[in-house]
T-cell receptor, first 113, second 116 residues
Framework: DQQVKQNSPSLSVQEGRISILNCDYT??????FLWYKKYPAEGPTFLIS?????DKNEDGRFTVFLNKSAKHLSLHIVPSQPGDSAVYFC????????????FGTGTRLQVTL | NAGVTQTPKFQVLKTGQSMTLQCAQD?????MYWYRQDPGMGLRLIYY???????DKGEVPNGYNVSRLNKREFSLRLESAAPSQTSVYFC???????????????FGEGSRLTVL
């Protein structure tokens, strides 16, 4: 049973426009959510996170929104740049679970010129 | 500034052979993890070690063993490799349990394993 779902395997966005990546989760015990970015032949790197006590967290061009009632989070990238082309993984963990992250299946973002 | 280092980066095995993937971190993190990445499956947790001296199963532990050798090192062993274990393996560490905990994982570059 996939507890963290990224229903869009891929997304293509023009440079300068907004990229919106979505993630849904089913486990109500999750209280910390993260986004990771992965380039080919590299390990995932941390991008941004949000605790369940917040509904928005912003870091430069990246903003994560959390809707707890809908069990949904999204990552907004504004403006999108060609270097943002990568696979983005949503991840979640529950309190006291030793940072045992449960990952989604990933969304491949391509930013075109 | 090495972070998390995994060896080897590539390995080809025959069915039934054994091998050990090595992982070391230099960030003084308490917790270490082994994940595997497969197409369409995301990253799945194999085993983790919340602190030195402890190990626990993750989501997909069958066919694997781990050893937390010391605070820095966490190895993953395949005793009798099977084609289903063909995957990219990632080691990660985090400061979970330490001061100023953020919970984020820091990943190595991955080890691509093919079992024929």
């Amino acid at each position: 049973d996939q507890q963290v779902k990224q229903n869009s395997p891929s997304l293509s966005v023009q440079e300068g426009r907004i990229s919106i990546l979505n993630c849904d989760y089913t486990n109500s015990m999750f209280d910390y959510f993260l986004w990771y970015k992965k380039y080919p032949a590299e390990g995932p790197t941390f991008l941004i996170s949000i605790s369940s006590i917040k509904d928005k967290n912003e870091d430069g061009r990246f903003t994560v929104f959390l809707n707890k009632s809908a069990k949904h989070l999204s990552l907004h990238i504004v403006p999108s740049q060609p270097g943002d082309s990568a696979v983005y993984f949503c991840a979640a963990s529950g309190h006291g679970t030793a940072s045992k992250l449960t990952f989604g299946t990933g969304t491949r973002l391509q930013v075109t010129l | 500034n090495a972070g998390v280092t995994q060896t080897p980066k590539f390995q080809v095995l025959k069915t039934g052979q054994s091998m050990t993937l090595q992982c070391a971190q230099d960030m003084n993190h308490n917790s270490m993890y082994w994940y595997r990445q497969d197409p369409g499956m995301g990253l799945r947790l194999i085993y983790y070690s919340a602190s030195e001296g402890t190990t626990d199963k993750g989501e997909v532990p069958n066919g694997y063993n781990v050893s937390r050798l010391n605070k820095r090192e966490f190895s993953l062993r395949l005793e009798s490799a099977a084609p289903s274990q063909t995957s990219v393996y990632f080691c990660a560490s985090s400061d979970w349990g330490g001061p100023g905990v953020t919970g984020e994982l820091f990943f190595g570059e991955g080890s691509r394993l093919t079992v024929l």
